[in-house]
Nanobody, 117 residues
Framework: QVQLVESGGGLVQAGGSLRLSCAASGIIFSINRMGWYRQAPGKERELVASIRRGIFTSYAASVKGRFTISRDNAKNTLYLQMNSLKPEDTAMYYC???????????WGKGTLVTVSS
C-alpha cells in the first residue's frame, strides 16, 4: 500500500510562485509513474503534470513552461514547482501514484492553491 500526503498549497498573488510537495510512504520503490492533478470548483479533475521513471515528464498545455514536476527518490517526495501563477490555476491539487496494473491507484487528500488577481 502507498500513502501520499500533499503540502505547500496556499494563497498567492498572480505572478507568484508556490512549490507543492507530496510525501510518499509504503511500498514505493516500484512506482513507475506519479503525477499531479487538479480540480477547480465546478470543473472536472485534470492532469497537470506527470513523471515516469523519475525523468520523463509531461505537462498540460495550460501549465507548460510555468510548472515543473520532479521526484526525489532519496526523500520519497514528489514536487511541483509552480511559477507565474494565474487565477485560473486556483484549484485543489492532488498527488497520485501508479499502481501495479498501470492505473493511478493511489491518491493524496489534496492541497488547496488559491491565486488572487
Amino acid at each position: 500500500q502507498v500513502q501520499l500526503v500533499e503540502s505547500g498549497g496556499g494563497l498567492v498573488q498572480a505572478g507568484g510562485s508556490l512549490r507543492l510537495s507530496c510525501a510518499a510512504s509504503g511500498i514505493i520503490f516500484s512506482i513507475n509513474r506519479m503525477g499531479w492533478y487538479r480540480q477547480a470548483p465546478g470543473k472536472e479533475r485534470e492532469l497537470v503534470a506527470s513523471i515516469r521513471r523519475g525523468i520523463f515528464t509531461s505537462y498540460a498545455a495550460s501549465v507548460k513552461g510555468r510548472f515543473t514536476i520532479s521526484r526525489d527518490n532519496a526523500k520519497n517526495t514528489l514536487y511541483l514547482q509552480m511559477n507565474s501563477l494565474k487565477p485560473e490555476d486556483t484549484a485543489m491539487y492532488y498527488c497520485a501514484a501508479e499502481g501495479p496494473r498501470g492505473d493511478m491507484d493511489y491518491w493524496g487528500k489534496g492541497t488547496l492553491v488559491t491565486v488572487s488577481s
